[in-house]
């Protein structure tokens, strides 16, 4: 229940109406959510309604910028079987990335997003992303050893069943030791 900080009536009706906006050149329209108070007549907007229209905001803009949004990154993240966590130990971005670009609390980076893209699209990218990772290899993937020791004679031989990827389009070569003298 909201309180009119004016009048404090509790008298308070919740409405939207729709905004139209330009950003980058383009137009686009959103709902934005407020409050009006029946015995004074001030509209206002509560702490939930700001969060809530910044994030149509933001979820508006990905949309032109072509980023993933709210629902495509979470959705992405569940199919690599990751948590909020473990995901920001994957991919970066700090301890809370996840969570805050799940709530469209703040917008992914260009990079973060072809990075996301790529990993879910390519699971050879995405088992070498766990393997520099810090994060614990889960059972169903293969080792760090594993894939640092494949030639690319192995990843000609893999079936896309395996890993979703043309194996043509990789090649891989193995770690160059360094002689310390």
Known sequence: MSVCNK???IDVVHASEVELNTYKGTEYSINIDYSTCNSCYREFLTKPQIIAN?????EARKEIDGLLSAEALKAIRKSLNLSQADASIVFGGG?????????SEVTQSQAMDKLLRLASSDRY???????HSSLAIKSHFISSVEISNLSAHNVENWTNSQFSIPSAT?????PRLKLVA
Request: aromatic share 10%.
């Open 54 to 58: 910044e994030a149509k905001v933001r």
């Open 7 to 9: 009048c404090n009536s």
């Open 125 to 131: 990218i995405y088992r070498k992303l766990l393997g």
């Open 95 to 103: 301890q809370n990335a996840f969570s805050k670009y799940e709530r």
């Open 170 to 174: 990789h090649e891989i070569s193995k």
